[in-house]
Nanobody, 129 residues
Framework: QVEVVESGGGSVQSGGSLRLSCEAS????????MGWFRQAPGKEREGIGG???????RYAETRDGRFTLSRDNGKNILYLQMSSLNTEDTAMYYC???????????????????????WGQGTQVTVSS
């Protein structure tokens, strides 16, 4: 089984920054596709972006430039750097992982909810004005 664990959420004032971390583990020798998503109350879960095993990143169409994904080289660790946060960024932030087509390596970043099999519990980000 694959375990996905997020950390780094919390409360921040409008205009502030946060960095979220995510680590996936499970199948030995596997480098996962990994991505970040968020879900605000009463809204659907939406993609922020995803990374392949080489750290190449693809962002969702709604990306506004304030969020940056990065991957720890050679590891199943994905970061989400968020800046200039505003109250509309208040949401539960989820990390997800998926095995690539070959099983042990991910060659294409994934950005859609339905592409991921394994999800973390989420980390809450609350932005106050």
């Amino acid at each position: 089984q694959v375990e996905v664990v997020e950390s780094g959420g919390g409360s921040v004032q409008s205009g502030g920054s946060l960095r979220l971390s995510c680590e996936a583990s499970g199948y030995p020798g596997t480098s996962y596709c990994m991505g970040w998503f968020r879900q605000a109350p009463g809204k659907e879960r939406e993609g922020i972006g995803g990374s392949d095993s080489d750290g190449n990143v693809r962002y969702a169409e709604t990306r506004d430039g304030r969020f940056t994904l990065s991957r720890d080289n050679g590891k199943n660790i994905l970061y989400l750097q968020m800046s200039s946060l505003n109250t509309e960024d208040t949401a539960m932030y989820y990390c997800a992982a998926a095995r690539g087509r070959g099983g042990y390596y991910c060659r294409d970043p994934l950005i859609y909810v339905q592409e991921y099999n394994y999800w973390g519990q989420g980390t809450q980000v609350t932005v106050s004005s």
